[in-house]
């Protein structure tokens, strides 16, 4: 199966859930937002899947610093679309794509869940 977590490396919610994944013996591809870029396909795709109230951290450092008007300015899925191209950072971390199934954020219980519905 293909797995890949999407995050920018610092990140400690990203970091726990490489380590676990790791520790659990699951092999992922990690893409680095910071590096590697967000394409607007990938990250439409996702929209598709979930809600961008969920894929927008509003409780983030990235989120804050945006200025009244642009918050302002981010209402919907498209308008959430740009937001995520110009400043991957917005995205809650990580996104774990999951042959196809998606999860964002991490705790080891939400992973083990995952996980475990698959054996």
């Not at 200025?67 to 302002?72: K, S, Y």
């Amino acid at each position: 199966m293909n797995r890949t977590l999407y995050g920018i490396p610092n990140c400690d919610t990203v970091k726990k859930a490489r380590t676990w994944l790791a520790d659990q013996g699951h092999a992922f591809d990690f893409h680095d937002f910071k590096k590697q870029g967000l394409a607007r396909e990938l990250a439409a795709g996702w929209l598709e899947q979930l809600d961008w109230e969920v894929l927008v951290n509003r409780k983030g450092m990235t989120w804050r610093n945006l200025t009244d008007e642009r918050r302002a300015q981010v209402v919907d899925k498209a308008s959430a679309l740009e937001l995520m191209l110009e400043n991957p950072s917005v995205i809650k971390r990580p996104v774990l794509d999951n042959g196809g199934a998606l999860a964002v954020g991490f705790s080891d219980a939400q992973y083990r869940g995952i996980f475990e519905n698959q054996a």
